[in-house]
């Protein structure tokens, strides 16, 4: 039994893992077609609306969808082990990502207050980019000391704070929320914001508890 069941546990690993990589690249498709569609449409009228500050929006969206594409590539251990000079250098590229995006975000949303946007998504972003920057610096502190399993803690909470900015388009989207009015966005910004942190911190306790479990189980099975 002891023999059989054992690697069953890191292939269930694996395919919760994959699922949720595969559940964010939905979310990255939707927000694309749905969102923006202006990118790849020059006669989209919401170019209208970033037009007074489009050069600010440039940056601030490369260096968004590099940290989004390049995030859960930090969490493969097959990159981590067997090319480990690639994942230091797409974990550098993240890190960059963050720091232009998180700050120029929270610019960019207090440029539209003087367009009639609420100062509590002004709030809101500078909240989201003081978190994502300072589980960012926190998890490049650790990962430089080799601390690995504390690095990738901090990465998980880097990247779930990150992705408020596909959750909240996503469920505007699909509800049609985002057609009655700027107080519902607001809460939905809130709670995505809110339960961010929240759930980054559930999904590191159960990682931690089955690395924990899995160590006995592998001196176990070595034993017998």
């Not at 077609?33 to 609306?49: G, K, M, S």
Request: net charge positive; hydrophobic share 50%; charged share 15%.
């Amino acid at each position: 039994m002891s023999t059989t069941s054992a690697p069953l546990q890191p292939l269930s690993r694996l395919r919760l893992k994959y699922l949720l990589f595969a559940f964010i690249g939905l979310m990255i498709l939707y927000v694309l077609r749905h969102n923006e569609r202006f990118l790849v449409d020059a006669t989209d009228p919401v170019w209208q609306h970033y037009q007074p500050f489009k050069w600010w929006l440039l940056p601030h969206g490369l260096a968004g969808a590099c940290a989004l594409l390049l995030g859960p590539i930090q969490f493969s251990d097959r990159l981590r082990l067997r090319f480990a000079k690639l994942h230091r250098v797409v974990g550098r590229f993240y890190v960059v990502g963050v720091f232009i995006a998180a700050p120029l975000g929270f610019y960019i949303q207090y440029f539209q207050e003087r367009m009639g946007a609420s100062r509590s998504f002004s709030f809101a972003a500078a909240l989201d980019a003081i978190f994502v920057d300072a589980d960012n610096r926190h998890r490049f502190c650790v990962h430089s000391q080799r601390q690995s399993p504390t690095a990738r803690q901090w990465m998980t909470r880097s990247l779930a704070v990150a992705l408020v900015f596909l959750e909240v388009r996503v469920i505007l989207g699909i509800t049609g929320w985002e057609n009655p009015g700027e107080s519902v966005g607001e809460t939905v910004v809130w709670t995505c914001l809110g339960f961010s942190l929240f759930l980054a911190d559930v999904v590191s306790q159960v990682q931690e508890l089955r690395r924990t479990r899995a160590v006995p189980a592998k001196a176990q099975t070595a034993l017998q």
